[in-house]
Every structure is written in C-alpha cells, then in structure tokens.
C-alpha cells in the first residue's frame, strides 16, 4: 500500500491486468498510453471493478500527458511530469510493445527495438535519474522480454558490421527479436549503473492479448494463457521481496501456470532478478 507504480502499455491485456492487481494491492498506477481517451477509459474500469476494496489503490492518467513510447522527446517530457507530480516510482513495468513491422521511428529507429528497448531505456533512465531527496531508497523495474530473443542466437542480431545500419533499417526478421535481447541486457546492465535498484527481464511465453495478433485465438483452446494468468510473474518480482538464493541463482519465478518459490536447481525460469538489495 501507498506504492507508486508506472505501467507503459497498461490500458489493454497484460499491462491493463498488472496494473489492475497493483491498485487492488493499494498501489497508485499511473497508465502510460498513448491514447488519453483509452488510458481514461482502462482506468475507469480498472477503479470502478474495485471500488468496494477497503485498502484499494487508484489507477491514474497523467495530468495533459501521453506516452509514446516511440518517441523519445514524448519519453522524456512524460517522464519528467511524472517526476515532477509524483516525486518517484516504486515499481516501473517496461511492457509496451507489437509484434508487426512498422514504419521507422521519428528519430530514425527501426520500429520495434526503437520502441521496445530504446524507448524503453530512456524512460527508464530519465525516471532514475530524477529521484529526489524525497524518493524512496529503492526502485524494481521489470522489462517484459520474450523467448524470441534466443532466435539472435542463430540469427546473430548485432554484427558489428551491421550495428548502426540494421537498427536503423527495417528488418522483418530481427526486430522483434533483438528488442527483446535488448530488454534482457538493459535489465541486466542497470544494478551496474544505478544504486537501489532491482530489476527483472520476464519473457512470458504465450499469453493470448493483441500482441499475439491471429494467434490470440488460441488462447480459447487452451494453447495460450490468458492476461491474468500471464501477469502473475511480473506482480511476483514487483511484490515479492528477493531472497539471497534467488539473486544468487538469478532465479525469480518459476512455472508457467502458477508462480512459485525461486529455482536454486537447474529448472527452466521465467523471471530472473538481475540485481539489488535483496531486503527490498
């Protein structure tokens, strides 16, 4: 209770059931979207559903701000009003993303990593860099990742000869892949950089929302689990404190269906926990 949350993408399938479990937890949700007039509506529906929680948080729109995340100067100014209303972020899900092929960002990105992992980082950093005396003493950032980041393996996503020239130049194979490893990377670049932070990189598997397109169906046949189920992970590595096992296994989350205790064998996670304090 009394948590501040920021959620990118949380007025519609995972992000909209993360942000709901949070505010039924007390938690104030702010809804990072890209449309005010869906933010206002998801979090209506997100408070009116609760109403009658005794320790009910509340999910917010920022105040005249929209996120878009594929914009880096809408990253920074929405980041810095969140700052300047909120005066910190406990917890920072990095969830927004698509799956199709886009035109180039507006600063030249290649559509998918420029928005998943680029415009991503930067909301991230300019949130970090602008705690305060104020701010709480520590910060949990989960990225939303994906299995298809291992396709970089035999896809080989970053050569260096291609570096700067594919990031910039579509690619219908490697982009969503190499958003996702960049999601992975930045999760676990970021203990090193910043203090009091904990951060987790959580490939989901198949969980039928938008992003799933066509395939969304076969969550009616059981082939996908659905947004609740889905968002069990991340609300765990959000809530749960570490534990020194789990931080020294790299281990946060277990399972597909259920989430259990941290792996300390050689099990299949779902989450790791790259990082932080294990007291927070």
């Known amino acids: 209770a009394g948590k501040v949350a920021l959620v990118t993408g949380g007025n519609s399938g995972t992000g909209f059931a993360v942000a709901r ?74 969830n927004a993303g698509f799956a199709k092929a886009r035109p180039n960002t507006q600063d030249g990105f290649e559509a998918r990593f420029g928005s998943m992992h680029v415009g991503h980082a930067l909301l991230t950093k300019v949130l970090l860099e602008g705690r305060n005396a104020a701010s709480p003493k520590h910060m949990r950032i989960v990225n939303v990742a994906s299995g298809m980041s291992y396709y970089c393996i035999p896809l080989n996503c970053f050569p260096d000869e291609f570096f700067e020239k594919d990031i910039f130049t579509e690619n219908a194979t490697l982009g969503y892949p190499r958003a996702k490893l960049g999601n992975i990377l930045h999760a676990w670049a970021l203990p090193m950089h910043y203090e009091n932070v904990t951060s987790f990189s959580i490939p989901l598997g198949f969980v039928g929302t938008d992003i799933a397109g066509p395939f969304r169906t076969l969550s009616l046949l059981g082939f996908m689990r659905n947004a609740e189920i889905g968002s069990r992970p991340i609300v765990y590595a959000l809530l749960k404190k570490a534990t020194p096992q789990s931080a020294e296994n790299g281990h946060a989350i277990t399972t597909l269906n259920e989430v259990t205790e941290p792996l300390t064998g050689d099990g299949w996670p779902i989450a790791y926990v790259f990082g932080g304090d294990c007291a927070h």
Do not use: F, H, W
């Open 21 to 94: 479990a949070l505010v039924q937890r007390g938690a104030t949700v702010i809804l990072g979207c890209r449309s005010v007039e869906k933010c206002e509506k998801a979090a209506g529906n997100i408070n009116g559903k609760i109403a009658s929680s005794p320790s009910r948080g509340k999910a917010v729109c920022l105040k005249g701000g929209r996120l878009d995340i594929s914009s880096l100067d809408s990253i920074k100014t929405y980041a810095e009003k969140v700052m300047e209303e909120y005066g910190r972020i406990d917890y920072l899900l990095n």
